[in-house]
């Protein structure tokens, strides 16, 4: 409890300090910023603590964050002071603005405060991080706490740095040290965090984007115009965290037999869950029936909706995770670290279509920027941090900048071939910037990816593309239907742009069938580059060429309906973004009219340039999030893996976060606009929705946390639960915190197993760790060598000098042998007792120190 106050506080204040400077980042922002302030501060705090670690102006320990937090008090003081003759004025701003917004002020910090709280108290009643990813995210947080100077040490690869986006556990480590909780305590509240922070940031893209459309006149009539209470903003942390897919809906069916009947031979068949094919729920349910479902980890299903199958026949397991199934399992992957400030980037991007940020930058070769100093050193470190957290980000938020710079070019200037030229002198020196301002990070860093293949044999069936995103597509496409509905309205015509279908069906169409032919191309190039990899990839497949081609096609065409729901999202998205001309200029709807009417009309007009300006916006978000899903249809990025189980994963999980805004909006605005009967149906059905998108968190978080009733009681501290397991551990480990930095060699097993225990609570760096993880986050195997063999040699050969030579090689300080050294493998601990001195010894644990 003392850590989660701490925590808040904490946030709270670095949100309040960092405030000034953030209301002066955000003129455009009708919140002026308020509801990112604390995600901006974290960015802003983190950035500078591990610049100045990097480059040793500041070493990583409790003086180096406080005076990176110094730093940033003092930017934010400047931004306050940075002119004499204004400090009476920007004071005053900032007070005026927080008295007449303080239902939005007290919206944010109950927002705030109860996301926090409320899944601060979720991970407490199963804060366990064994398992899945978890333990490698806590090595990391530890051997960053454990590490004196940046780059840090991995904690699985002893004489390397870590060579992974780390930049989330830098700050998780920071906020642990300040708070002075252990790194198995702060991961569960970094988890926590993140969830407060997310809900905060897609209340305030959706509140910035409701208010910029909230300009409604007198004699309105066609009821457009939003007046929206603070309330219906909370919609955007619905979506985002909360709302899930169906499957809980399907697993709920399933638990009550429904669509099952016995054969004549008694046993349960049902043609539908077979069609179905969502592995667990091809299966009969056991008897008795019940509402609530029972099978052992039913809510994992939920992450595995999407099957492949290769052309032979042989199952693949895809990932599609959501929000709420990250926080629910409780691992604090990059991709869940970057969820704020994903939501930061796609502000800014709001706060620049909005005409945010206006200024001009001189570029050397004579071309213009028409942009600030300030947005483009805040965009290029926002968008740096996103690579740093989870590189797969960058590139859909470097969309969604560049995007909405153009669209604010196109309202300023219109459509001609300088906005292609805006591209590029926008985008290649804000992607410049970006890796300059981080460029400490690249210097170590490597990948596993390494290009992009072909999908020409994976593609998603209709009924499982809407099982995933079913929630989200319907209000998302009721939103479009009526959109276009209004458009073609009479009445409305003089006051709309035009929609332009036929540039909508050609880039829709023409990108997919473009995709097509180049998933071919890639697999025609890869057949002369790489020809003996594509002879094996097709006799796995047990087919030539021409006969794959064929297989393929029919299965795509067989698969079309998920083709045609993507389209149904991204034509119209990309006719309303695009439209066939502007808004008429009032002199010419208001010809011939009263005085009264044309000033009617002028204001009409002018509420329709807001509302038509923020549609843009969601369009841009539905038009990018619909290229998301499509993509990995016919490409996936080189990996590993070796199919397109990562790509969905990444690319899913991004326009989830897009979409979920779109989909609130889409609720906010069809409420707001519909009337009668229509408003009456269309808010049943969206009740509807969520009720089923709300039953996974409400069924799953019941099954995880035993109903809220934990055997062992609740904490947030997942040490309890070794020292409860095994204590003669736990005191090593504890004992291990306190000795000074050095190698320590232990038991090497595979991966998600209980291998590597030692450095990941220590922080201290094993000899080797999870070897599988090691060799993705490196691109092969290579840096490795021969380590898990001379480990199993230390352990268990009779002969000190071959032993000895492997501690030298290795740099080994600490040997540690516990129940896993024995279990696992013969060792020969009698040449240790002979020469090394035993440090720590209890019960079954000894630790032997080398001189």
């Not at 040290?177 to 198995?184: D, F, K, M, N, Y």
């Not at 899930?244 to 709920?252: K, P, R, T, Y």
């Not at 300059?436 to 069936?461: C, D, E, H, K, V």
């Not at 070796?642 to 899913?652: D, S």
């Amino acid at each position: 409890m003392i850590a989660f106050i701490t925590w808040y506080f904490l946030i709270t204040l670095l949100g309040w300090m960092t405030f000034p400077l953030i209301f002066t980042l955000f003129p455009a922002l009708v919140d002026r910023g308020y509801t990112l302030s604390r995600t901006a501060g974290l960015l802003i705090w983190g950035y500078i603590f591990w610049l100045f670690a990097s480059l040793g102006i500041a070493q990583n320990d409790m003086g180096g964050i406080l005076l990176a937090l110094a730093v940033i008090i003092g930017i934010s003081a400047f931004s306050l002071f940075n002119r004499q003759s204004q400090i009476a004025n920007r004071k005053s701003e900032i007070v005026n603005f927080l008295k007449s917004n303080l239902p939005l002020i007290l919206t944010t910090e109950i927002l705030f405060l109860t996301a926090f709280a409320f899944l601060a108290f979720v991970r407490s009643a199963n804060p366990e991080l064994n398992g899945t990813e978890r333990p490698m995210e806590l090595a990391f947080i530890n051997a960053i706490l454990r590490s004196p100077t940046f780059p840090p040490q991995d904690p699985w690869l002893s004489g390397y740095a870590i060579s992974y986006y780390y930049f989330g556990y830098v700050m998780t480590a920071m906020l642990a040290r300040l708070s002075g909780i252990p790194g198995s305590m702060a991961h569960n509240l970094m988890t926590s965090l993140i969830f407060a922070l997310g809900a905060l940031g897609s209340y305030g893209i959706l509140y910035n984007l409701l208010s910029s459309a909230d300009h409604k006149t007198q004699n309105d009539k066609r009821h457009f115009s939003f007046n929206i209470p603070h309330y219906q903003s909370l919609l955007a942390p619905l979506f985002l965290l909360l709302i899930s897919n169906f499957e809980a809906l399907l697993e709920v069916l399933h638990s009550l037999g429904l669509f099952w009947a016995k054969n004549a031979t008694g046993q349960y068949t049902s043609a539908i869950w077979t069609w179905l094919d969502m592995k667990e729920l091809s299966s009969p349910p056991m008897e008795p029936f019940q509402l609530m479902p029972d099978r052992y980890l039913w809510w994992w299903r939920a992450s595995r909706v999407i099957q492949d199958y290769d052309m032979a026949g042989n199952p693949l397991e895809v990932i599609d995770e959501f929000p709420f199934f990250s926080f629910l399992l409780g691992d604090l992957h990059p991709h869940v670290l970057a969820i704020p400030f994903s939501l930061l980037a796609i502000a800014a991007a709001l706060h620049i279509f909005l005409g945010g940020w206006r200024g001009e930058i001189k570029l050397p070769w004579g071309a213009s920027l028409h942009i600030g100093y300030t947005g483009f050193a805040f965009s290029a470190l926002v968008l740096g941090g996103l690579a740093f957290l989870n590189t797969w980000d960058i590139l859909i938020a470097a969309a969604m900048i560049v995007g909405a710079y153009i669209f604010w070019r196109v309202h300023e200037d219109g459509w001609n071939w300088g906005r292609l030229e805006d591209i590029f002198l926008l985008g290649l020196p804000l992607g410049v910037a970006a890796i300059l301002l981080y460029l400490p990070f690249y210097l170590g860093f490597s990948s596993q990816a390494g290009g992009i293949l072909p999908n020409l044999m994976y593609s998603t069936r209709g009924i499982h593309l809407w099982v995933m995103w079913g929630t989200l597509l319907i209000p998302i496409l009721a939103y479009l239907i009526f959109f276009g509905l209004q458009s073609s309205d009479k009445e409305q015509a003089n006051f709309r742009a035009k929609p332009n279908w036929r540039f909508g069906l050609l880039i829709g169409l023409g990108f997919t069938c473009l995709l097509w032919v180049f998933s071919w191309l890639i697999g025609w190039i890869g057949s002369i580059t790489e020809p003996d990899f594509v002879r094996m990839f097709l006799d796995s497949q047990g087919m030539s060429p021409s006969e794959l081609f064929t297989a393929t096609s029919l299965r795509r065409l067989s698969h079309i309906a998920s083709l045609l729901t993507l389209l149904g999202v991204l034509i119209p998205s990309i006719a309303y973004l695009f439209p066939r001309s502007g808004l008429p200029d009032a002199k010419y709807v208001t010809h011939e009219r009263t005085l009264s009417q044309a000033e009617e009309t002028e204001d009409i007009l002018t509420v329709d340039r807001k509302l038509q300006s923020t549609n843009q916006f969601v369009f841009l978000l539905l038009t990018l999030g619909g290229i998301l899903i499509l993509a990995p249809e016919f490409v996936y990025l080189r990996d590993q893996f070796g199919y397109r189980i990562n790509t969905i994963f990444k690319f899913y999980y991004q326009a989830w976060m897009l979409w979920s805004l779109a989909a609130a909006f889409s609720t906010a605005y069809l409420l707001q606009n519909l009337r009668g009967m229509k408003n009456t149906l269309v808010g049943l059905v969206i009740s509807l929705v969520i009720f089923a998108g709300l039953l996974y968190p409400s069924l799953s978080l019941l099954t995880k946390t035993e109903n809220f009733t934990p055997a062992f009681g609740f904490t947030l501290d997942d040490f309890d639960r070794i020292q409860r397991e095994n204590p003669d551990e736990a005191a090593a480990i504890e004992f291990l915190r306190t000795v000074p930095n050095g190698v320590v060699v232990e038991a090497v097993g595979g991966s998600y197993t209980n291998y590597a225990r030692i450095s990941t609570y220590t922080g201290l760096q094993s000899v080797m760790g999870w070897s599988g993880h090691e060799a993705q986050w490196r691109g092969s195997y290579e840096p490795q060598g021969s380590r898990t063999e001379d480990i199993t040699k230390l352990y268990t050969t009779t002969h000190w000098d071959e032993a000895q030579t492997i501690l030298d090689q290795y740099n080994v300080r600490y040997v540690y042998i516990g129940i896993l050294e024995y279990s696992s493998m013969s060792v020969k601990e009698e040449k240790f007792k002979n020469r090394l001195k035993p440090i720590f010894q209890q019960g079954t644990v000894v630790i032997y120190e080398v001189p």
